[in-house]
T-cell receptor, first 111, second 115 residues
């Protein structure tokens, strides 16, 4: 089946630094999604991307849908302590909410 | 609106027992999803409903698992004869189906531990 590979698995950064993480797939997706999950909570959607090459921002977050439709990246600028959590990419070809998730990038921000 | 609500938040059971979880979606949402998440991994799709109809079930959903959404509002997920491998976070999500991609709103999950 479809698999998403996220890298890095974990990151330890200083407050104020920029962060970049990415996600690759062996197959193409029509929609790429980025979620954040805090401990003990469900994932929360950060950004949704619908077109190859699309670049979308949400505050300090920027994500891009790769031209090949097999990859996506997420950047966080000027990180703050509340950015701590697990970031998941997900791909969807169904438009019916049946997404395939990666295994996450765990972000730790040191004040 | 308080978002997607799941109950209980935590459940500890002995192997072989049956367990049932409940999910209350956002009130105007017509689609409801169940996902399972194990430690260190992303959520995996299990099944979804549009109103009261169960439209799809993943191969991950063995015959010990059954989900219902009797009146198109809340949903229950039952696991019969639990096994240690069933230990996971069970996440419910809801959405309002429209054209194009649907934004999923997840609940906080039910953490199941099978001893």
């Amino acid at each position: 089946g479809q698999q998403l590979n996220q890298s890095p698995q974990s990151m330890f950064i200083q407050e104020g630094e920029d962060v970049s993480m990415n996600c690759t797939s062996s197959s193409i997706f029509n929609t790429w999604l980025w979620y954040k999950q805090d401990p003990g909570e469900g994932p929360v959607l950060l950004i949704a991307l619908y077109k190859a090459g699309e670049l979308t921002s949400n505050g300090r977050l920027t994500a891009q849908f790769g031209i090949t439709r097999k990859d996506s990246f997420l950047n966080i600028s000027a990180s703050i302590p509340s950015d701590v959590g697990i970031y998941f990419c997900a791909g969807d070809n169904t438009n019916a909410g049946k997404s395939t998730f990666g295994d996450g990038t765990t972000l730790t921000v040191k004040p | 609106d308080t978002g997607v609500s799941q109950d209980p938040r935590h459940k500890i059971t002995k192997r072989g027992q049956n367990v049932t979880f409940r999910c209350d979606p956002i009130s105007e949402h017509n689609r409801l999803y169940w996902y399972r998440q194990t430690l260190g991994q992303g959520p995996e799709f299990l099944t979804y409903f549009q109103n009261e109809a169960q439209l799809e079930k993943s191969r991950l959903l063995s015959d010990r698992f059954s989900a219902e959404r009797p009146k198109g509002s809340f949903s229950t997920l039952e696991i019969q004869r639990t096994e240690q491998g069933d230990s996971a976070m069970y996440l419910c999500a809801s959405s309002l189906s429209t054209e194009g991609y649907e934004k999923l709103f997840f609940g906080s999950g039910t953490q199941l531990s099978v001893l």
